[in-house]
């Protein structure tokens, strides 16, 4: 068997598990945020732009939603701002944010003492507002996230257990307050193939709302809606999609992973 033989038969057997449909995913009316992470202040102020949306345009910062997703966790987990320290040049900022990018986004966040110190800006909205350019250059390219070899799970059916497990994991990684990079498909259909960040849930009778921050939206939080009954994900509002259903992987959160 050759290797892209072999990484198409794991990743199929990993996508079409057949398990149990896990009857719960959290307690009812149950709700949980990642703690000290705010929409506001903690996202970027810029989003990964959208070809379709722009015609024409060669400009564009489009197809970088994993890098920015990515960053997300990292500068959440990584970095520390210190709003009163003198400011650098864009040269200094980009190395300061390649530091940041370069630590594995599912470590455990270091001691304050031990994190990134980004000087001039109170938190990364600001940073991102005031520095774009420098930011885009330290959080450097997306071919690599592009072709990640996880990714080719869009193309493959899910069971409900196998949803079920997804949403569990993220309720527990929220409960434990960590957040949780997704990649979210309605594939076929040529609309969702991206990524999110679940940052908070809230839990009802009929399922587990989670909240979202989408990388092409800076504006607002979205929302992604587990079914409890259908034990599906259903694309609630996400940027640009339509409702629906859809299938969700957890991202970046181990090594290969």
């Not at 990524?195 to 092409?216: H, I, K, L």
Request: hydrophobic share 40%; charged share 20%; aromatic share 14%.
């Amino acid at each position: 068997m050759n290797f892209w033989m072999a990484v198409s038969v794991a990743l199929l057997a990993t996508a079409c598990a057949s398990v149990e449909p896990v009857a719960s995913v959290a307690r009812p009316e149950h709700r949980a945020s990642v703690p000290g992470f705010s929409f506001a202040t903690d996202t970027f102020a810029f989003p990964n732009e959208i070809r379709a949306r722009n015609p024409g345009r060669d400009d564009l910062y489009a197809n970088y939603c994993f890098v920015l997703a990515r960053g997300l966790r990292q500068f959440f987990a990584f970095a520390r701002f210190e709003p009163g320290a003198a400011r650098l040049s864009p040269d200094g900022y980009v190395e300061r944010v390649r530091a940041i990018a370069a630590r594995p986004p599912w470590q455990a966040s270091p001691p304050a003492d031990d994190r990134v110190v980004i000087p001039g800006y109170a938190n990364l909205r600001e940073f991102s507002h005031g520095q774009e350019s420098a930011v885009k250059a330290g959080l450097g390219g997306r071919f690599w996230t592009m072709v990640h070899w996880t990714n080719w799970r869009v193309t493959f059916p899910v069971t409900r257990g196998h949803q079920g497990h997804v949403a569990r994991e993220v309720t527990d990684e929220l409960d434990a307050g960590r957040l949780v990079q997704l990649l979210v498909t309605n594939w076929p259909k040529p609309e969702l193939n991206h990524t999110v960040v679940a940052y908070a849930y809230r839990a009802g009778p009929q399922g587990v709302q989670f909240v979202v921050w989408d990388p092409n939206d800076p504006g607002e939080p979205g929302t992604m809606t587990f079914d409890a009954d259908a034990s599906r994900f259903r694309a609630t509002h996400l940027y640009d999609t339509e409702p629906g259903l859809i299938r969700a992987f957890r991202m970046y959160y181990s090594w290969g992973l």
